[in-house]
T-cell receptor, first 113, second 108 residues
Framework: DSGVTQTPKHLITATGQRVTLRCSPR?????VYWYQQSLDQGLQFLIQ???????AKGNILERFSAQQFPDLHSELNLSSLELGDSALYFC????????????FGQGTRLTVV | DAKTTQPPSMDCAEGRAANLPCNHS???????VYWYRQIHSQGPQYIIH???NNETNEMASLIITEDRKSSTLILPHATLRDTAVYYC?????????FGTGTSLTVIP
């Protein structure tokens, strides 16, 4: 158990809908990262937050947004969903300082039908 | 971030050492090398990281060449549960960028 909790584990929704994925980082971790992994693809970095502020953006679509709340949990919002958005979405957290490792949650499997 | 190159797949006999290579020829002086693995569709699992000295922990050893342009992850006694995709990542600052990794299959 990495200590990073993601909910829900599975999500099935229709095209055009909007969903919210939730991530609770490890206790004391200030950085949260979001990644997308499509079928048989590598992990694509989406976005990073540190202590409530956006720190870096990767290949995140304009239909996607994220935020980190004062209690440090994070949410990834996906809107106007398309079939191609079906993927595993992973959250990772890190202490935030120095050369420390990041710990990943078990992911949310999103299926858009 | 420096780009990494890994072989797409490797096999290893159970009980033998698995040596997974990674090239990162454009690495800069303050970039660390990290290794993660992903078993099936689970969340990536941290293995080890280092800057220039060889590192060892309970899971693996990391050997970084003197010029830091390549590294090798060593699993000393591979088991069937080590079958996974192994990612070598060169990181500076805050981001971890994953490449395509090496799919390691441990054979009984």
């Amino acid at each position: 158990d990495s200590g990073v909790t993601q909910t829900p584990k599975h999500l099935i929704t229709a095209t055009g809908q909007r969903v919210t994925l939730r991530c609770s980082p490890r206790s004391g971790d200030l950085s949260v990262y979001w990644y997308q992994q499509s079928l048989d693809q590598g992990l694509q970095f989406l976005i990073q937050y540190y202590n409530g502020e956006e720190r870096a953006k990767g290949n995140i679509l304009e239909r996607f947004s994220a935020q980190q709340f004062p209690d440090l949990h994070s949410e990834l919002n996906l809107s106007s969903l398309e079939l191609g958005d079906s993927a595993l979405y992973f959250c990772a957290s890190r202490r935030g300082t120095g050369h420390t490792e990041a710990f990943f949650g078990q992911g949310t499997r999103l299926t858009v039908v | 971030d420096a780009k990494t190159t890994q072989p797409p797949s490797m096999d290893c006999a159970e009980g033998r050492a698995a040596n997974l290579p990674c090239n990162h020829s454009t690495i800069s002086g303050n970039e660390y090398v990290y290794w993660y693995r992903q078993i099936h569709s689970q969340g990536p699992q941290y293995i080890i990281h280092g800057l220039k000295n060889n590192e060892t922990n309970e899971m693996a050893s990391l050997i970084i060449t003197e010029d830091r342009k390549s590294s090798t992850l060593i699993l000393p006694h591979a088991t069937l549960r080590d079958t996974a995709v192994y990612y070598c990542i060169v990181r500076f600052g805050n981001q971890f960028y994953f490449g395509t990794g090496t799919s390691l299959t441990v054979i009984p």
